[in-house]
């Protein structure tokens, strides 16, 4: 049996673009040369696509679509079924080759990647794909869908909210909130990641400047209560439908008000803590609130669902993630690792997951 035909996708028309970049590289960097046929696909910020054949060094540092000998034009093939992708070669000569994928691993963060767009584009062309299909792909991506979902299907405790867009009148807006949850609120984006964009508002005179800030990468934002508490997160992986859900980590974001992107990506002034140090009950109880939720949104291959964990011991669901960080940092590979599952293997079993679909 010859090697895997593996499209390993990265970049991205996102405001997570440069996550992406770093997360492939750690991808690309761990993944078995010997098993895969590797083709690099890298996506601009302008939405260009490109197979690079470069080295993983400028993934990394983001140069990699600087250098036009290293890129080849991706051209659309609208063959159902096809599994196939057209390349225009850079030999000045119009060459256009033909590239057959047996799977693809989009390492794509936030919007034009992990909202089911990129997904339905590798359905329709018959490519299996790591992680959500299309549809859980589109709802999970939306976090008002997201708690609308699991409040119709479960008791799961989330925080209060009111959702609002960006043709509705800014002063009602904030009476609503005023009077469906009061201050302090956190406002964020509805379909973004990374939490650019979000925004804790104290009092009335903070409201308009999250609401910008919040608006400026979406036009549907939610505002929620704000809830103060430790924060969980929980790994899941699912393979032919059985799940292998982690103990909860726990995230202490320093002296930061909530663990934004700066904190998360850039600062050294967050810690975690595997497992959480929290009661073995409370271990339990979000391990499998975790499991739950993933099935409840018919998800696939892999999450990252994460908790607030209160003072009283209430445990309230934040919000799920269905393309995690792979970044040498990011929280989901490290669960797995701490549940016995190395890096290369765990590309390995999504990898596998997923053409098991």
Known sequence: MGKIKLGVLFGGRSSEYEISLLSAYAVLSNVNAEKYDITKIGIT???????????????????????????????ADPSYGSRRIA????????????????????????????????????????????????????VTMDKALTKAVVSLSSDIRQAKAVTAFS?????????????????????????????????VVNGADEFGG?????????????????????ELEVAVLEESGALTVSVPAEIDVGGSDFYDYETKYVSDESSFFIPARVPDETLKAASDTAARIFRILECRGLSRVDFFLTDGGELIFNEINTMPGFTPISMYP????????GYSELIDRLIASAMNK
């Open 210 to 230: 999250a609401l910008d800030n919040a608006f400026s990468e979406d036009s549907k934002i939610l505002i929620e209560e704000r809830i103060r508490g430790r």
């Open 87 to 138: 390349v225009s070669r850079p030999d000045g000569k119009g060459k256009t080759d033909f590239i057959t994928l047996d799977v693809v691993f989009p390492v794509l963060h936030g919007r034009n990647g992990e909202d089911g767009r990129m997904q339905g584009l590798f359905e329709t062309a018959g490519v299996p794909a790591v992680g959500c299909e299309c549809t859980p792909s589109g």
């Open 334 to 341: 490290k669960l797995m690792e701490h549940a016995g599952i």
């Open 167 to 199: 043709t509705e009148d800014r002063d009602e807006v904030r009476r609503k909130a005023e009077e469906e949850i009061g201050y302090p609120m956190f406002v964020k984006p509805s379909r973004s990641g990374s939490s650019v964009g979000c925004s």
């Open 45 to 75: 910020k302008d939405g260009k696509f490109f197979v690079y054949d470069g080295d993983l060094g400028s993934i990394r540092d983001g140069s990699w679509c600087g250098d036009p000998a290293r890129l080849s034009a991706l051209l």
